[in-house]
């Protein structure tokens, strides 16, 4: 990347879907320093599904004595950075962090610079910055200071970000916002939508300043249908020319990206790619799947068959997980099937089922999971029909371990029940299935299918998750709550449901029943931390798996006291009424004998 003479980037025609071109332009204007830097990334893998492209501008705040080392540092290591976090983070969330720790960065330069000078020094270390991420058929902005990004579409030419300054003493301008100049950063963040043939624009004040839309648009028609490299470099050096022949004395530089196409494929496409795989048959003991030789069958159900296997080539025993052929044309099964061993592959926990997906050259759809000698909690509840507390709070913190994993990655399980839970010989919990597991990066890609139904098992799914079809890790805690509450009692917190009988409406329709209904041994502030886990309105839950599990080793005093505070109808709404009840019923028998 250079910062004072002509950027040259490459032609990314990186998949059939999503094309890009970029070209851009940089010169120290009338000043002696070029205090502007920008870069472009456009990878050539799996990134550009789960990551997207970046485009980023910096303008260095002259008044700073690093300011053009701050804007080289702030697009460098922005892009580097961005595309060394987690694949399974949205968009959102990787670059805020990437954000967050340049910021922190750049503004403890200034105080280190500052403790080691006894006079005060102002920042050293400031820059603004503006970046465009293209993923699938969105841009992600992220912006902070008086650069700008712009759009050009059909003609159209509009800014698309606000600037971060304000007019002080008649024309001085003063900067409001900037990467280094604040430990709390302000990000502004908004999404567009991103077409075929747009043209978006990254530029400094001392161009965007200094043209008027009129002249924005003259040049950019000029653009042919399909533009190259150097056309649009050359469209870029001309915007920073007419802006210093119109009066600019600072730093110019423009940042030109042009989407070629569109990842809009027909749903046809993207059915026919997930399908493009032969399910297995069913296999006996004895056979063999490339090199994989049955040893026993583990389970077979509708959805799937688990076989104990040893791999030929290396000895090692693994269970090898197929997809039931009853689901052979199911597009949304087989897409989570096949999200389910590219989450493994990412998701390095104890209490989470290691897969890996070492068949990518066979023509069979399945994956491979590590051996669990053990039994599923299910299995562990028939066996074990009154637990101790502290059998319970032992398997639910190894739960919320595995969770929390789950939450750092931005994932959501969406159907935790005892059946995916299973218990090794030692006493170690690991969640065996997460086929429909929920990927914040992968949910922003056009080519995922929607999904049309709710996720996950009834009465261990969510309430907003059947109301709303919205699920969040605090869905997972609701879970999380109704398998605690199924292990001390062997029954479930709401009234069980039928898939014939799901008529909920509202939250209301969800009524709680007191744990003690069942085993009076269960002390009253237990009874309370599942009400709250199980709480089926979101907003009251919890909101940290943490608090549950504090709650679950002792006993929260101040909810106990603000239970009390409640009246009887909101504290037990079913005696309440019974009561009622049978007040009015006495009533009656009252005014009937006299």
Request: hydrophobic share 35%.
């Amino acid at each position: 990347m250079k910062t004072d003479t002509k950027q040259n980037n490459h032609h990314q025609n990186i998949t059939a879907s999503l094309q890009l071109c970029f070209g851009g332009f940089s010169h120290k204007g009338l000043k002696e320093e070029n205090q502007d830097a920008f870069a472009v990334y456009c990878p050539s893998n799996g990134d550009l599904t789960t990551k997207g492209a970046i485009a980023a501008l910096a303008d260095g705040v002259s008044s700073a004595s690093k300011a053009a080392q701050a804007a080289q540092l702030a697009v460098t290591q922005f892009t580097q950075e961005y595309y060394s976090t987690s694949d399974t983070w949205s968009t959102e969330k990787s670059a805020s962090k990437v954000l967050t720790s340049l910021n922190q960065w750049l503004y403890s330069q200034a105080d280190s610079f500052s403790t080691q000078n006894s006079h005060y020094q102002p920042q050293q270390w400031l820059t603004t910055f503006s970046s465009l991420i293209i993923k699938s058929t969105t841009g992600y902005i992220f912006h902070v200071g008086d650069s700008r990004i712009s759009k050009f579409r059909a003609g159209e030419f509009e800014s698309i970000t606000r600037d971060h300054n304000r007019k002080q003493g008649g024309e001085h301008v003063v900067l409001t916002r900037a990467l280094g100049a604040d430990p709390r950063l302000k990000v502004d963040f908004h999404k567009v939508d991103i077409q075929k043939d747009d043209v978006f624009l990254l530029t400094c004040d001392g161009v965007h300043d200094f043209l008027s839309k009129k002249e924005f648009t003259e040049q950019l028609n000029t653009l042919s249908s399909a533009p190259s490299e150097k056309e649009l470099e050359a469209v870029s050096k001309s915007l920073t020319e007419t802006a210093i022949k119109n009066g600019s004395h600072d730093n110019v530089s423009c940042l030109l990206v042009y989407v070629c196409n569109t990842p809009k494929r027909q749903l046809v496409e993207i059915e026919r790619d997930i399908l493009s795989k032969a399910i297995p048959p069913a296999l006996s003991v004895g056979m063999k799947l490339d090199s994989y030789k049955v040893c026993k069958i583990i389970h077979a159900s509708i959805r799937s068959h688990l076989y104990l296997v040893e791999d030929e080539k290396t000895q090692q025993k693994s269970v090898l997980k197929v997809p039931s052929q009853n689901f052979a044309d199911d597009t949304v099964y087989l897409q989570g099937f096949m999200r389910e061993a590219w989450v493994g592959e990412r998701v390095g926990h104890n209490n989470i089922m290691k897969v890996k997906t070492d068949n990518n050259n066979s023509r069979f759809l399945y994956h491979v999971c590590e051996y669990i000698e053990g039994q599923t909690l299910s299995a562990w509840m028939h066996d074990n029909p009154k637990p101790s507390i502290a059998q319970v709070r032992d398997i639910i913190s190894q739960i919320i371990s595995a969770l929390r994993a789950f939450q750092r990655l931005e994932l959501v399980h969406r159907d935790l029940k005892p059946e995916n839970i299973m218990i090794d010989t030692y006493g170690q919990i690991k969640l065996i299935d997460y086929g429909t597991v929920l990927v914040a990066s992968l949910d922003e890609d056009i080519n995922t299918i929607e999904e049309t139904v709710p996720q996950g098992t009834l009465n261990y799914i969510a309430p907003e998750t059947l109301l709303s079809m919205k699920s969040d890790n605090m869905s997972d805690l609701f879970s999380l709550g109704v398998i605690c509450y199924e292990m001390l009692t062997g029954e479930l917190p709401f009234k069980p449901m039928q898939r014939a009988e799901v008529t909920q409406q509202s939250y209301d329709d969800w009524q709680y029943r007191s744990i003690k209904q069942f085993r009076h041994d269960i002390p009253f502030w237990l009874d309370l931390s599942l009400q709250q886990c199980t709480q089926p309105n979101p907003q009251l839950r919890y909101q940290a798996f943490s608090e549950f599990q504090a709650d679950l080793t002792k006993p929260n005093l101040t909810a106990i006291e603000e239970y009390k505070k409640q009246p009887i109808l909101q504290r037990d709404p079913i005696k309440f009424w019974q009561g009622m009840s049978f007040i009015l019923f006495t009533l009656l028998i009252i005014s009937l004998t006299h």
